[in-house]
């Protein structure tokens, strides 16, 4: 077994029909993208080429919103823009998202009619159940459920720790785009 810019790691008999494992487990790879390849030697000696790489990555770190960008009035929409590519299911399931506007002294539930994932993965974008109003404060909660494509949930407040919610505040009328 060769790992791609490391050389040789080690070696392993196959069983009488082919068949071999490797335990590479006492070996903590960091994240990030790592190559492996094979040869195979017959019992005269002969060994074959390298194998084709195979690719793993290395992914333990939570998605993390990067920007939110508000719409306001008959279209009203919010879109997040994600760190990396999200999973659909979870990306599309509106109960992850909470949206409520201060009315007096308290926040009232809005509702969210639909979530989208862009085809690119990376942003999410979410329809109101009612226009967004002017001059009014709103708070989204994205919940710490949602994943990327390696199942690791949000880090809702960027600390390193997946799993935690995101509190989004915004004014409409302070970063209203038309």
């Known amino acids: 077994m060769t790992r791609v810019g490391i050389g040789v790691i080690g070696e392993q008999q196959a069983d009488v029909f082919g068949r071999w494992t490797f335990d590479y487990s006492g070996t903590t ?9 094979t040869t195979a030697a017959d019992l005269a000696g002969n060994i074959s080429p390298l194998s084709t790489v ?20 008959r279209n009203s929409r919010i879109t997040m823009f994600f760190d990396e590519v999200l999973d659909r299911p979870s990306a599309a399931n509106v109960s992850n998202y909470v949206l409520s506007r201060k009315k007096r002294a308290r926040f009232v539930p809005v509702g969210v009619v639909s979530a989208t994932l862009a085809s690119d993965g990376r942003s999410v974008t979410l329809r109101p159940l009612q ?36 509190l989004i505040r915004f004014p409409t009328a302070a970063i209203i785009a038309r």
Do not use: C, E, H, W
């Open 29 to 37: 790879l960091p994240d990030g993208d790592f190559g492996f390849m």
């Open 54 to 73: 195979f690719d793993i990555r290395i992914d333990t770190k939570g998605p993390t919103i990067s920007r939110t960008v508000v719409t306001k009035g």
């Open 131 to 166: 226009r967004l109003s002017a001059r009014s404060q709103y708070t989204l909660a994205v919940d710490g459920a949602l994943t990327d494509l390696a199942g690791n949930r949000l880090d809702g407040n960027a600390d390193g720790v997946p799993g935690d919610l995101a």
